[in-house]
């Protein structure tokens, strides 16, 4: 059975850069499309990122775009994602997630989750 661990999430200052990891254990589907979503208190999830298999295929969130990037290590089966000029409506709990129909915005796509990590920036 795949798992996802999430860490990474920490307490910020508005303009700081942190790098979130979503490590997979398991069989082969920790080599499939990852995404990363997150969800403030009181608001709907929303879709950050996602990376295809291969690496190739990256999608960003309106919101993140140009500040955010996702990778993967293939070996580590850890994909990861780094964000750069944090906001504080960054806030939120981070989720990443495994999809076996290939990099998406869409959250229905997605079928394995971790357990989340919190970013906080404040200040």
């Known amino acids: 059975q795949v798992q996802l661990v999430e860490s990474g999430g920490k307490v910020v200052q508005p303009g700081a850069s942190l790098r979130l990891s979503c490590a997979a254990s398991?069989?082969?589907?920790?080599?499939?499309?990852r995404g990363w979503f997150r969800q403030a208190p009181g608001k709907d999830q929303e879709f950050v990122a996602a990376?295809?298999?291969?690496?190739?295929?990256?999608l960003y969130g309106d919101r993140v775009k140009g500040r955010f990037t996702i990778s993967r290590d293939t070996a580590n089966n850890t994909v990861y994602l780094q964000m750069n000029s944090l906001k504080r409506e960054d806030t939120a709990v981070y989720h990443c997630?495994?999809?076996?129909?290939?990099?998406?915005?869409?959250?229905?796509?997605?079928?394995?989750w971790g357990q989340g990590t919190q970013v906080t920036v404040s200040g």
């Open positions: 990376i295809s298999s291969t690496g190739i295929t990256m």
């Open positions: 398991g069989p082969t589907l920790s080599s499939y499309a």
């Open positions: 997630a495994i999809s076996r129909y290939g990099a998406s915005q869409d959250v229905y796509r997605y079928s394995i």
